[in-house]
């Protein structure tokens, strides 16, 4: 049956444009592998059939499952998270089939919880196997890694140079430094300097193979799990002041309103002078008289004074700032989602929790971060057009829009949804009234519900224009990530390629193989951050439970016949809450 045939044109008052069709799985012809079978859920005894237990899986998305019995301890009750592993279903059975593994613990506790979202997500959380460990150095507190001299004659030396990083205080695989200084014409030097991960990482080992597997690196509440060794993410990799490091470096010629002269990619050899907090940045830049003193600032390189430190920190700042202001007058959108923060004490509960507010500081890295990326995606695109890997946004879809739109516009709010700057420009004319912070909260997150997904992908994919490469919300033609790759895989193959283009050298990648990376950095990298918000769901409910109830600003943003959806403001919470009809 059509959507537009007459009986359709109102089902229930639903006009036909908002009606979408509709399935039901009823088997699984072909099953995941066994790593993917595993999933987290309740067992629960059924009066009418002693010999299985009904399996609920916390994943909606996967079947229901009958359990043997017989194989379930019997102190397992239903308010006890457990471990099934898929096995079958058929065409002619109800529930599928699954076979119990183990118990997590019960619901609620941290650690159950978080053991069921690393099964929910298929994050890796084993160690890595022996067989990954061997391709890294042999190295030990007699035996530490030295850079060999035959590697640093290839490449150009910058241990000279005052070159520092800015990171979170918590930071402990440091990917990214920067460096500015200031040239006798007026402009100024400025360098992003990023860990030579491929140096280590070599092509088809086992341990690039593990990588790409990973992918990424997972972020939870209380806990990291590596995409790499913990000897290269915060060992070799990292770079850690008075360390030399390899680098691959993106090192411009900027004039003082931060428009690129030149630019010039290369491998390179660093030494960090210091490792700033984005606290200790932003003491500068909110009080320009601070002085540096050894009580609130680290440790700095004996041939580094801290004035000095400060001042290329205010130079940066500054550039910083006027191309933030020309990227978002050339419409770039930014959505900004409420991310907490928490302190745990030393039972690893939380006992405190805060949004975690982006200042100037962290400004100033992200401008560079995203020129960086923006100027190597530039690069390997010119040089391989059929096979780089980049990173693009699509335009959300104009329904979806329009609907946010006439939803303010029924209350009396007008937002522009023309383009990326239309929205940005609406969103900031509310941002300059503080009564109105409610409404810019409520904005962005209907806002962000209605956009799509930025993906990795190959620029040899042949049902893409090069005008579907753009990224919208940054609007920039082409873009792609350069600057992690201690956390991310794409950024491997992104050096990788880079370091051919250098060279003039056919890269190794086809299409087909950046496809596959790509298509496989798009998954893990969406399931890491749906499970880095379920842990932080998991502490917020645990902080309501042993230091609640709290009482808190809200903005009710829906409105249905049962239920009405609510922003908590200051904690960026989303409550969905019953309620009842007027009679």
Request: hydrophobic share 40%; with cysteine; proline share 6%.
């Amino acid at each position: 049956m059509h959507l537009q045939d007459p009986i359709l044109t109102r089902v229930n008052g639903i006009p036909a444009e908002h009606l979408q069709p509709v399935g039901r799985v009823v088997a699984i012809i072909k099953a995941p592998p066994p790593e993917e079978r595993l999933f987290a859920g309740f067992l629960k005894r059924r009066d009418q059939d002693q010999d299985f237990l009904l399996f609920s899986p916390k994943d909606s998305r996967v079947p229901r499952m009958r359990v043997p019995a017989h194989s379930v301890p019997d102190e397992v009750d239903d308010k006890m998270l457990v471990i099934v592993s898929f096995e079958e279903w058929t065409a002619k059975s109800r529930f599928a089939r699954g076979s119990f593994k183990r118990v997590l613990g019960q619901a609620g506790t941290i650690d159950a919880e978080t053991q069921a979202i690393l099964m929910e997500y298929k994050i890796p959380f084993e160690d890595f196997k022996p067989h990954v460990l061997k391709c890294l150095p042999k190295v030990d507190e007699k035996h530490p890694f030295v850079i060999p001299d035959d590697e640093i004659a290839k490449r150009r030396d910058l241990r000279d140079v005052r070159i520092f990083t800015i990171d979170p205080s918590t930071a402990r695989d440091l990917d990214d430094a920067l460096h500015c200084t200031q040239l006798p014409d007026g402009n100024f030097e400025m360098g992003v300097h990023i860990a030579d991960v491929s140096y280590f990482v070599e092509p088809n080992t086992p341990l690039d193979e593990e990588a790409e597997f990973r992918a990424t690196s997972t972020y939870l509440v209380q806990s990291v799990y590596p995409m790499l060794p913990r000897l290269l993410c915060e060992g070799l990799c990292s770079l850690n002041p008075d360390e030399d490091r390899l680098a691959f470096s993106v090192i411009w010629v900027l004039d003082p309103e931060g428009n690129r002269k030149s630019t010039w990619f290369g491998r390179t050899v660093i030494r960090s002078r210091c490792k700033l907090a984005y606290d200790h940045a932003q003491l500068f830049i909110d009080d320009e008289s601070k002085e540096w003193n050894d009580v609130e600032f680290p440790r700095l390189s004996a041939d580094t004074q801290g004035a000095d430190v400060k001042a290329d920190v205010l130079r940066m700042n500054h550039i910083a700032q006027q191309m933030r202001d020309r990227r978002f007058a050339n419409g770039a959108l930014r959505l900004n989602k409420t991310k907490l923060s928490f302190r745990l004490g030393e039972d690893m509960l939380p006992v405190e929790t805060w949004p975690y507010v982006q200042r100037a500081a962290n400004q100033l890295v992200e401008e560079f971060m995203l020129l960086a990326n923006i100027s190597v995606a530039e690069c390997i695109a010119k040089a391989f057009p059929q096979c780089a890997l980049l990173r693009r946004h699509p335009e959300p879809f104009t329904s979806r829009l329009e609907e946010v739109a006439a939803r303010f516009q029924r209350v009396g709010i007008p937002l522009d949804t023309g383009s990326s700057g239309d929205i940005a420009a609406s969103i900031r004319a509310y941002q300059e009234n503080e009564q109105d912070q409610g409404r810019v909260e409520v904005m962005q997150l209907l806002l962000t519900m209605a956009m799509q997904q930025a993906v990795y992908f190959s620029t040899g994919d042949s049902k893409l224009e090069q005008s579907d490469w753009k990224h919208y919300a940054l609007a920039t033609p082409m873009y792609t990530h350069f600057t992690s790759p201690i956390r991310r895989y794409a950024d491997v193959v992104v050096h990788r390629l880079l370091l051919a283009a250098l060279e003039n050298k056919e890269t190794f990648y086809e299409h087909d193989k950046v496809q596959k990376a790509a298509d496989r950095c798009n998954e893990r990298k969406l399931n890491a951050k749906e499970a880095g918000n379920k842990s932080i769901d998991i502490f917020k409910n645990v902080m309501v439970y042993h230091h609640g109830p709290f009482e808190e600003p809200a903005i009710v943003y829906r409105v249905q016949d049962r239920s009405m959806d609510v922003l908590v403001l200051r904690l960026g919470l989303e409550v969905s809450r019953g309620c009842v009809p007027p009679h």
